[in-house]
């Protein structure tokens, strides 16, 4: 088994419900899915994100895109307007998910496109 | 499938081929309308606009409380101007829920607004019966209710479209619904022909949020593919057996892949077997995504159930105020002194009483995001110092006075406090902000359907 983190496996896109964030990670192929299921349980989702998810994670298997959905109850401080945070819909939360490090078997973590892709920064003055 | 179709423009052929082109032009009121020419340029026979998030009805609703004639988004005279020369030629219709809490003052500005340019010959369609405090008593909604709306389907946008409107104006439809409602008009898919209106909302769901399935938010590549400023809006392709074909205007920027459409596909739906629609319960675990060319997917294969047996309502109700300290702490010991200030205002609220219901305080360039999945203990053992910390300390009174009087107490913080640090930004605050609790109801049809209205005005 490998150790990675999500970032260098998975896409992941994030929106919100009332006080629920709803997040989904994206695999690139049959195996990574697998990977990714096996690793990446409600529980280790709801460990993960600690004190600031205070209700149950739901996980929800979409094989047809190779996703796997989970929707964080109490996760937004409340819900949109009514949260005291910055990211009132945890838009950045996705992130947060990638975040996570996960063992996945070798050839998974070797043939991941995602492995090591940065974006690179562009630190030319903008005026 | 065909490589490119010109727009339809009506029936123009045996209905297997007919193609009825929808386009995104907006996600949200706020939104950028830059992407919305193109759309009209590459001809589109619908343009829908989705201007309403859960949100949104309580920012009109501040809007109408100061003036009845208010409570629409008020960029809608935008997008009715960007795509007037197409509405008057008969090459594309309009269809948007900018209506918001009051649209029947948004028809009447729209209508007016084409009678002071000197259009003649538009018909312009208002729907009602979205708003629940008509029914109050039903309901048992509480006093302080400042809005309560139901999510609608597309059946009164239907009968609007039926009746030969080229501008159909909402208030609370369901977003998906309004793309679903001219595939219904010009296919004349049955009320319980579940996979076409599923495939209907499908599409909708996929161009609600106008750039964000053409490459916006994309968790990918981002960066390789094309310019911001020149964002393609999305173009659905559809015909009558349900299939769609997902693109953009050539030449905008952006990307449609599978990867992209089933990013958005997956956007905020929750149970993906079980999308609750007005109009339909959508299986996106049955949907097929196949690239069929550069930046074109097609979406086949779509299940659905019947409709949810109730309507989904939003009741809107105020949650107390928030007050809020920001401060720009400069290293060294950044994360230290950022934290020591926000304790110090902290503990100057217990010595003046300031009567305080919640607290929240977040460190940007620590872990204000991200919260519990930084991992504090590896980056302070790597000996790794932010740059600088900037501190945000939030409370939430139950009274904005009282909200407000902490705020003061910061000045402190300038010349009496940790070292380095500065406020950050030139904006200045405007005081403490209203907090809104929403709670979603089930709300019977019965109810609703009798009161949904269509108005239809000739200009």
């Known amino acids: ?127 | 499938m065909t490589g490119t179709t010109p727009p339809s423009g009506g029936p123009t052929g045996p209905p297997a081929d007919r193609v009825v082109r929808l386009g995104g032009g907006q996600g949200y009121y706020g939104d950028g309308y830059a992407g919305v020419a193109p759309l009209l340029d590459a001809g589109v026979d619908y343009l829908v606009c989705e201007a309403l998030a859960e949100l949104t009805l309580a920012i009109l609703q501040k809007d109408r409380q100061r003036d009845e004639s208010l409570g629409y988004t008020r960029d809608l005279p935008l997008y009715v101007a960007a795509a007037l020369p197409y509405l008057v030629d008969g090459r594309t219709r309009f269809i948007t829920n900018a209506g918001g809490i009051n649209p029947i003052a948004a028809g009447r500005a729209v209508v007016d607004g084409l009678r002071a340019q000197g259009v003649r010959g538009l018909k312009v369609a208002t729907v009602v019966g979205d708003d629940l405090r008509a029914h109050s008593g039903h309901l048992d909604l509480p006093d302080t209710t400042l809005f309560a709306s139901v999510y609608l389907g597309a059946t009164p946008i239907v009968e609007a479209l039926d009746a030969g409107a080229d501008i159909v104006i909402t208030g609370r439809v369901a977003d998906a619904s309004l793309f679903l409602a001219p595939l219904v008009h010009e296919f004349g898919w049955a009320a319980d022909d579940w996979d076409r209106r599923s495939a209907g909302v499908t599409v909708g769901h996929l161009l609600e949020c106008s750039g964000q399935v053409c490459g916006g938010n994309y968790s990918g590549e981002w960066w390789t593919h094309g310019d911001f400023t020149d964002p393609g809006f999305p173009i659905a392709e559809c015909r009558a057996d349900g299939t769609a074909v997902i693109t953009k205007p050539e030449g905008t920027g952006g990307l449609v892949s599978f990867d992209t459409v089933r990013e958005q596909l997956m956007y905020e739906v929750h149970d993906p077997a079980a999308y609750l629609n007005p109009d339909v319960t959508a299986d996106f675990t049955s949907v097929r995504l196949t690239e069929v060319g550069p930046d074109r997917v097609e979406v086949s294969d779509v299940r659905g159930r019947p409709a949810p047996a109730t309507y989904k309502g939003l009741v809107c109700t105020p949650a107390g105020w928030s007050g809020e300290v920001r401060l720009a702490y400069g290293w060294p010991d950044a994360e230290a002194k950022a934290r020591a200030g926000m304790r110090f205002l902290r503990r100057r609220a217990d010595q003046l009483g300031v009567a305080v219901e919640e607290w929240h305080e977040e460190y940007f360039g620590v872990n204000a995001l991200g919260g519990p999945t930084v991992d504090l203990a590896s980056i302070d053992a790597a000996g790794r110092e932010p740059a600088e910390v900037l501190a945000r300390l939030v409370w939430r009174c139950d009274e904005r006075a009282e909200a407000a009087r902490l705020g003061r107490e910061a000045g402190l913080l300038g010349l009496a406090g940790p070292p380095m640090v500065t406020p950050f930004g030139r904006t200045r605050d405007t005081g403490p902000s209203q907090l809104l609790a929403l709670e979603a109801i089930a709300v019977e049809r019965g109810l609703v359907d009798p009161g949904v209205r269509v108005a239809v005005e000739e200009v």
């Open chain 1, 1 to 127: 088994m490998a150790t990675v983190q999500l970032r260098d496996l998975c896409g992941v896109r994030s929106g919100d419900k009332g006080d629920r964030s709803d997040l989904t990670l994206f695999a690139d192929d049959e195996a990574t899915y697998r990977a990714v299921l096996d690793a990446v349980t409600p529980e280790v989702v709801a460990a993960h994100f600690g004190d600031l998810v205070t209700g149950p994670v739901e996980r929800f298997e979409v094989p047809n895109v190779l996703a796997v959905k989970f929707v964080l109850h109490g996760a937004l401080g409340g819900g949109g307007p009514r949260s005291l945070r910055s990211d009132n819909l945890g838009k950045t939360l996705g992130g947060a998910l990638l975040r996570l490090v996960v063992d996945v078997p070798d050839e998974v973590a070797a043939a991941s496109p995602r492995r090591g892709r940065r974006a690179p920064v562009d630190r030319t003055p903008i005026s």
